[in-house]
């Protein structure tokens, strides 16, 4: 990902030690001075997700104490997003904690994509670009809309209802929703109906990110028990935890589109898998905020 971003902004990426002693310590020394630089720190919080949160905590931290003259955390993917509220007794909002760590490492603006929640936003109190590859999976589906017989967009549950709203407002087609509810274990949920119509079509299911992939498989399931054609998933992150390739190998989906805000590795990569880059998407926003130029230009906002 740096590397894209690199070539796209046609600079080399600064040199750095991060190494982990035996006692699992983590040390980071530059290999070059960064005082008076404005200096973007790429880091993704997916896998490994503690270690990959301290290396970033580290070298922000590294940063400020050589003077760099602004620090910025971009982070394509941001852990403990999930934790956004107290939805039981005794529980904390992880999501805040993370902001005020990055805040308190020396992090004086943030860029990342398709926070599970907007209201994280509001977890930092340093400006920040929270982005969206909503136009890019869009663009890439509306591209192949041709393909596609009488297709309708489904969101795995009412709460992406909104962001479903985009995606067939874009394509210009109708949307549906998968009716969930959550019983016991808040990890396990059962998918119960769908309120709308998707017999004999083509279905694009969308969400913002596949974890284990139960909610997916058992989406899959719902509508084709409803008489969808075929199924296609289009979702921004790819944690692709636990069981997950698995479950997406076994639900026999027509394709998988995604991008590459998690590294994906080889063994998780399926024949139907389609993965876009955001590193242009970053590349672009961090040339705009380096110059002081507006950002919703890229999106005509």
Known sequence: MAQEIAQYLDVSLAGRDLLTF??????CKLHSSARGQDVYVVQTTAINVHESLMELL???????????????????????ARSDKKDQPR???TARLIADMIQSAGAERYITIDLHAGQIQGFFSIPGDSLTAFH???????????????????????GFAKKGRNFAEKLDVPLAFI?????????????????????NRDVIIVDDEVDTAGSITQAVEVVRDFGARDVRLSFTHPVLSGPA???????????????????IPEHKRLPNMTILSVAPLLAEVMLRAHEGRSVGELFHE
């Open 179 to 199: 009716e969930k509810r959550r019983i016991g274990n808040k990890d396990k949920a059962k998918a119960m109906t769908i309120i709308g119509d998707v017999k």
């Open 91 to 93: 529980v904390p909002i």
């Open 245 to 263: 390739v698995e479950r997406l190998k076994k639900a026999q989906l027509t394709e998988i589109i995604t991008t590459n805000t998690v590294p």
């Open 136 to 158: 890019m999976l869009s663009d890439y589906l509306l591209a192949r809309k041709d393909e596609m017989y009488n297709p309708v967009v489904v969101t795995t549950d009412l």
């Open 22 to 27: 035996s006692n699992e310590n983590l040390f």
């Open 58 to 80: 580290i070298m922000l931290q590294t940063l400020k104490l050589d003077s760099a003259a602004r620090l910025t955390a971009v982070i394509p993917y941001l852990c403990y």
